[in-house]
């Protein structure tokens, strides 16, 4: 996960070394980005800072504190079973002077561990803090594979959770059963994200289903829509259903009868002849207005 710090006088590079200072105390952070502007709602006031560049002693250290967390998960496990816990431990970390020991770990009910932490504490010599964390939490830092056959996003590259809707998926017609459109965390696949910012733009420019169109194969309505391939499925009148590029249907009911514009492109224009004067709206005429502005949308 990225954190934003306070590098003061120091100079850095990508891909250094840092020792940070953080709630938990001294730790080793590797430089991510440069300094730059952000939101400010990113970032959390005051910055900490970046204490110094990581020496050869730090890196050292760290690694040794590394070896240690596989045993303190081990004596963590023995001590869950000895008092009956219903958790799971998920993995360890030392701080970078080793004098806080973090235990991560999941569970469906709450659970009091405070004699656990009492029995932790005595014999590993240090301050030892439980942190329980949720179902994507837990995918993020077991790792493994999702649907797709790729490493997980959450433990690959993804550094914040994005809330994931159902609608999200009914957008991008997928199906709205939960087993097969969650993650192996058991939630909505993060990836449901990605797309939906496209799929949101073009809802707006898709004629809807149903609707009336007017194609070079003839007139027909709208059974289906390619977002993707910005397309239209339409069923003739004839009966055929017939795949056509968006630019070449018009909506029923426009006057000018000019095809939908393509995303990104600039809306056409009607380049016919017409009279320099004002005139007058009839009251045939604002009901048709407001059926094409409704098409439109």
Known sequence: KVYYFNRGDIEMNIDDMVVVET??????????????????????????????????????????FEAKEKEAVEECARLVEKLKLGMKLLGAEYNLDGTRLTIHFSAEERVD??????????????????RQTGPRDEAKMIGGCGRCGRPLCCATFLSNFT??????AKDQGLPLNPMKISGVCGRLMCCLVYENEYYQEMKGILPRHGQRVITPSGDGRIVDANPLKVSVMVELESGAVVEFP????TVEGDARRQPVSQPGEPEKTDKSDKPNVALKERPGDRRQNRGRDANRS
Request: charged share 35%.
């Open 163 to 168: 809330p994931v809707s159902m609608r999200m």
């Open 113 to 130: 561990f405070r004699e656990l932490v009492k029995e932790l504490a005595r014999k590993l010599h240090v301050r030892v803090e439980m």
């Open 246 to 249: 968006l630019d070449q249907v």
């Open 23 to 64: 709630a938990r105390g001294l730790e080793l952070g590797q430089v991510a980005s440069l300094p730059h502007e952000v939101k400010e709602e990113e970032i959390e006031n005051p910055l900490k800072p970046v204490v110094r560049k990581a020496t050869p002693e730090d890196i050292e250290m760290s690694k040794s």
